[in-house]
């Protein structure tokens, strides 16, 4: 059966399955005939696809170097979209699930000193972060904060760390004191964050008077535009195919090119997976995304065809 999938999916088991903090529940996968899993840095992601029009990233937190197993951490959200309710109400120790990945939007860059910070759940990519910047000997702290302390997955591992790991709970230190645990500006710092979207948003305030590309975020969910441009049709050529194809005002790229036959692998057609990404040939696109850095948009030669759109009349894809 795992011969028919495509190259990058395979269907896994669930070696284990732990209860790791409230509502927050830990799956081991591995390969039914016991073969290595792919390899992954800290930051990477998997797709779980459990049907159709479900298909959920989570976080890879395990140790990179272990391929026979991969570990992912996924919280119960009431308010979510059906992804985490199926893990915990679905997924059986011993069940099967069909992945596609690995995909790394949030790599770790290496630096001298390295600042931490997680957000509930947004602990996972941070947690082979961490223990990658203790085996280089860089200079490292973790700001984690939660609801409360039992909310908090993963205290079991990051307690060995000592002082270098601030845990926060917001019911017994209120939000979090990013400002301090920031502090001013330093060359050779890099920052690391991953949580709800207010954690960020203050993580990039606090940031803003830091060199460019100091901080490095990854979102749970998309960006929402302050002022949304409206949509206008334009023409995208797809180079390889040998089609030129109009975009709607009301359809995506992605549709626009999946409608037409054209195969392309896609998973939250909302700007922030990165699966969809798409090498641009020729004209400018129209960013709409929540993954590109500044300079990876005014460079203008990749794009994320579920959301981003033309600056001009025509693009042209390698597709």
Not at 14 to 26: C, E, F, N, P
Not at 140 to 155: C, H
Not at 168 to 174: A, F, K, S, V
Not at 204 to 216: K, R
Request: charged content about 25%; hydrophobic content about 40%.
């Amino acid at each position: 059966m795992t011969d028919q999938l495509p190259a990058d999916e395979a269907i896994l088991v669930v070696a284990t399955r732990t209860r790791v903090a409230d509502g927050v529940v830990s799956l081991t996968l591995r390969h039914p005939d016991g073969k290595p899993l792919p390899t992954w840095a800290p930051g990477a992601h998997i797709d779980l696809l459990m049907g159709a029009d479900l298909v959920r990233q989570y976080s890879l937190c395990g140790d990179p170097a272990d391929q026979d197993v991969w570990r992912i951490a996924v919280l119960r959200e009431t308010q979510g979209r059906g992804g985490s309710a199926y893990v915990h109400g679905f997924l059986p120790e011993g069940g099967t699930v069909r992945v596609r990945g690995p995909r790394n939007n949030f790599p770790l860059r290496p630096a001298a000193r390295q600042l931490f910070i997680a957000g509930g759940v947004g602990i996972t990519p941070i947690l082979p972060m961490i223990e990658a910047a203790e085996a280089a000997g860089a200079d490292w702290r973790l700001l984690y904060g939660g609801r409360t302390r039992t909310s908090m997955a993963f205290l079991d591992r990051l307690a060995p760390y000592g002082d270098r790991v601030l845990v926060r709970p917001q019911d017994e230190h209120g939000l979090l004191d990013l400002a301090s645990f920031l502090g001013s500006p330093e060359e050779g710092t890099l920052v690391h964050a991953c949580g709800p979207e207010p954690l960020l948003l203050a993580a990039q305030e606090q940031c803003a008077g830091w060199p460019p590309g100091t901080l490095g975020v990854e979102r749970f969910a998309p960006v929402r535009a302050a002022e949304v441009r409206p949509a206008e049709a334009f023409e995208v050529v797809l180079a390889r195919a040998g089609l030129t194809l109009t975009v709607a005002p009301d359809r995506s790229v992605l549709e626009t090119v999946e409608e037409a036959g054209v195969d392309v692998d896609s998973s939250c057609r909302e700007g922030t997976c990165g699966t969809c990404e798409t090498d641009v040939l020729d004209g400018t696109p129209d960013h709409r995304d929540s993954l590109l850095s500044e300079d990876e948009r005014a460079a203008g030669d990749t794009m994320f065809i579920c959301v981003s759109r033309s600056c001009g009349p025509r693009l042209v894809l390698d597709l």
